[in-house]
Each structure stands twice: as C-alpha cells, then as structure tokens.
C-alpha cells in the first residue's frame, strides 16, 4: 500500500531557495534517516548513498492562459 503526503503552497523565491538549502542539508549530514517537511508534517525516509534523480522543464506558451514554465524534481530509491 502507497502512503502518500502532499502539499502545495506559494513561497517567495527566497523562502524556496531556503526550503531547498534545508532540504539538501538533511541528505549532507549522512545520518540514516532523512526527514522531508510537507506542509505541516516531517515525513522521515531512508534514502540509500545513491539516488535515482530525473528533472523535467516544461515551458509553455499559450495565447489565451499566458506563458507557463514548470520544474520537476523527482528523487526514487529502495530503501
């Protein structure tokens, strides 16, 4: 069974850039466990030393809706 935990919010470019900084520092100290804040919740994960990583960007124009650029980041292992 899949446990999933989402949350979208809108943050400033520097409360992202923060958010990716403390992020990046879980996966630096080297412990065991990885705790990944979503919204109001810590998720605790066990990431292996390598990681399977994909980015995609997206942009898009559009004449009605305006121009659209998306970032995806996805990390996948087995623990």
Do not use: C, H
């Not at 919204?39 to 009605?64: F, H, Q, W």
């Amino acid at each position: 069974m899949a446990q999933r935990t989402t949350a979208d919010e809108t943050l400033s470019r520097d409360e992202f850039a923060a958010y990716l900084r403390d992020l990046a520092a879980e996966f630096e100290q080297g412990d065991e466990q990885v705790t990944v804040p979503v919204g109001n919740k810590n998720v605790a994960l066990a990431p292996p030393e390598m990681l399977d990583v994909s980015v995609e960007v997206v942009e898009r124009s559009s004449m009605l809706r305006g121009d659209r650029e998306t970032v995806d980041i996805e990390l996948s292992w087995k623990p």
